[in-house]
Nanobody, 126 residues
């Protein structure tokens, strides 16, 4: 059983940056691909990015490509989401998720992930 805890959310002005972190415990972190999702009020949970077990493969939603970067540090059991050039439409609760397939590359559906964090709020003001 893997426990995931996100941090780093907050309030930022449009054009600003934030870095989210997701700390994992209770499992072998490098055995999982890791993803980030987000959910805005009244909307469905939306895929943001995924990184495979080694960090050698990443994949992004078109809406964040070129602005967000996913990375991981297996020694620290942590996955990150660097968010630059933030827009008001990026406002959402951001969740990290673990996929038991360490080689997963383009899993974009929430049901493909096995473990979830509690989320961290990101608010971008205009």
């Amino acid at each position: 059983q893997v426990q995931l805890v996100e941090s780093g959310g907050g309030l930022v002005q449009a054009g600003g940056s934030l870095r989210l972190s997701c700390a994992a415990s209770g499992g072998t972190f490098s055995s999982y691909a890791m993803g980030w999702f987000r959910q805005a009020p009244g909307k469905e949970r939306e895929f943001v990015a995924i990184i495979n077990w080694s960090g050698g493969s990443t994949y992004y939603a078109d809406s964040v490509k070129g602005r967000f970067t996913i990375s991981r540090d297996n020694a620290k059991n942590t996955v990150y989401l660097q968010m630059n050039s933030l827009k008001p439409e990026d406002t959402a609760i951001y969740y990290c998720a673990a996929d038991r397939d360490p080689w997963a590359r383009i899993n974009r559906q929430f049901y493909e992930y096995d473990y979830w964090g509690q989320g961290t709020q990101v608010t971008v003001s205009s």
